[in-house]
């Protein structure tokens, strides 16, 4: 399974970019889906993750300003990333398992940078 990142870029603090993911397989085949980050010289650390619970998760430093959504249609996940801050310049990974016969199956896309400036 692979998963297409795309929306990164570069904004002014204050502003708003819409991050988009793309899988190969069918959304409905997965458990947890969500987004990851990684700043320089930082640990990965969870943004938004949709569970197989129905719920989301959000990272502490994001509640609020970050919204995740899926469309079953489209097949797509997205993160709505509003009122951004330079602290949330980092590398965007979205994320997916899927647990089969063999185990737990972990898929990152390859990310997509979001630079904020002050």
């Known amino acids: 399974v692979q998963l297409q990142a795309s929306g990164g870029g570069s904004v002014q603090s204050g502003g708003s970019l819409r991050l988009s993911c793309a899988p190969s397989a069918s959304i409905y085949n997965f458990n947890d889906m969500g987004w990851y980050r990684q700043a320089p010289g930082k640990q990965r650390e969870l943004v938004a993750v949709f569970t197989d619970g129905g719920s989301i998760k959000y990272g502490d430093s994001v509640k609020g300003r970050f919204t995740f959504s899926r469309d079953m249609v489209k097949n797509t996940m997205s993160l709505q990333m509003n009122s951004l801050k330079p602290e949330d310049t980092a590398v965007y990974y979205c994320?997916?398992?899927?647990?089969?016969?063999?185990?737990?199956?972990?898929?990152w896309g390859r990310g997509t940078l979001v630079t904020v400036s002050s």
């Open positions: 994320y997916a398992d899927q647990l089969l016969y063999d185990g737990e199956h972990n898929y």
